[in-house]
């Protein structure tokens, strides 16, 4: 007798499922249409408020009958399914419409090593769907005796690797002379630190980059206020060039005298900025605790304070990497940051 009822209600269950997933697929065709008239219109394909919305809307129809939690972790995903759907659907999508797609993830070693390495980082990456690939090749070091990058043949074995797996590539360039040299290999121009507050050159990566918009993702200098920070970027943006993403990456504190941390998250910052300018804010988990341990939990609480991205090093063998391998985190990692 039981067994026939559980049967029966199984049947009805299968039948809930046929209509949902119905309904599911024409949602999809509905909302991807709408990303792809956004991206058309230049509009942000995000819109966090209209999603905040739906949930409450859905909320209140219930009635009490689900839990708001539950309603928001449905739609969330249903949310990220959709728009990882359009990315998979529209690989012609340039940079700049990429980067209109929340949230924006830039993953990759950090530095190019040689061709298998950043090839082997690039084809993980690639299979989860992230389609920016960081990698440096001309790295500013402390200590002028070390390593510094293999240059503009990193920046060959970069291109190749993102062209191989249909991704983007993401380098950190330290003069206007490299920059004009290599232009062409790199997609995100990334400005260090160390650089914020260089406003001559600055103005000349404003100028350059200013003849087709190249994306510009302009990191905080660990010991700048936020004001330096916004005033930096206009630099570039008075110079031409508009598109500019912000990085914080963590400061110097006076907790580094007994910290763990190599320096001190920022993730505060991320609510502050969200209200002082339109420009995009990701955070940087590997720079700002330098420690892989910590990487993932990081960069949960940096998309939960409103990061519109994240930058994360990574390495298939950080314990043999030439810079920087204790706070690089193994590829596949990379997924933990989502699993929510």
């Known amino acids: 007798m039981h067994e026939e009822k559980i049967a ?31 991206i058309a219109n230049n509009f942000a394909a995000d819109d966090f408020k209209r999603e905040e919305k739906i949930i409450d809307r859905l909320f209140e129809l219930m009635d009490g009958k689900l839990e708001r939690t539950k309603i928001e972790k449905l739609y969330k995903s249903i949310f990220s399914i959709s728009k990882d759907s359009f990315k998979s659907k529209n690989n012609t999508l340039t940079p700049l419409e990429l980067l209109k797609l929340r949230p924006i993830i830039i993953a990759g070693p950090c530095v190019v090593e040689s061709r298998v390495q950043v090839e082997e980082i690039a084809t993980s990456l690639a299979s989860m769907g992230i389609k920016f690939l960081r990698g440096g090749a001309f790295k500013p070091r402390t200590d002028p005796n070390s390593f510094q990058g293999l240059g503009s ?12 797996n249909q991704m983007f590539t993401v380098a950190e360039i330290l003069d206007s002379e490299q920059l004009e040299e290599n232009y062409e290999k790199i997609d995100i121009i990334q ?45 570039i943006r008075n110079a031409g060039n508009s598109n500019i993403i912000l990085c914080l990456r963590g400061i110097r504190t006076f907790e580094q005298i007994d910290s763990k941390l190599r320096f001190t998250p920022d993730i505060g910052a991320i609510l502050d900025l969200k209200e002082r300018t339109e420009l995009p804010v990701i955070f940087d988990p590997s720079h700002s605790t330098g420690i892989s341990k910590f990487v993932v939990p990081i960069a949960k609480a940096a998309r939960a304070a409103g990061a519109d991205g994240l930058m994360i090093e990574c390495h298939t063998h950080p314990d043999e990497a030439l810079i920087d391998g204790f706070q690089s985190i193994l590829p596949h990692q990379v997924r933990e940051i989502f699993d929510v």
Not at 153 to 164: F, H, I, N, S, V
Not at 211 to 220: A, E, F, G, Q
């Open 8 to 38: 029966e209600l199984r049947c009805e269950i299968d039948k809930l499922d046929e209509s949902i997933i119905t309904l599911f697929a024409q949602r999809l065709d509905v909302s991807e249409e709408i990303i792809r008239l956004k």
């Open 191 to 235: 400005v260090g630190s160390r650089n914020m507050s260089s406003y001559g050159f600055l103005k000349q990566v404003g100028k350059i980059s200013a003849i087709d918009s190249k994306p510009i993702i302009l990191k905080r200098g660990f010991a700048a206020t936020l004001d330096e920070f916004l005033k930096a970027a206009d630099y």
């Open 153 to 164: 043949e990193g920046l060959d074995y970069l291109l190749d690797a993102a062209c191989k």
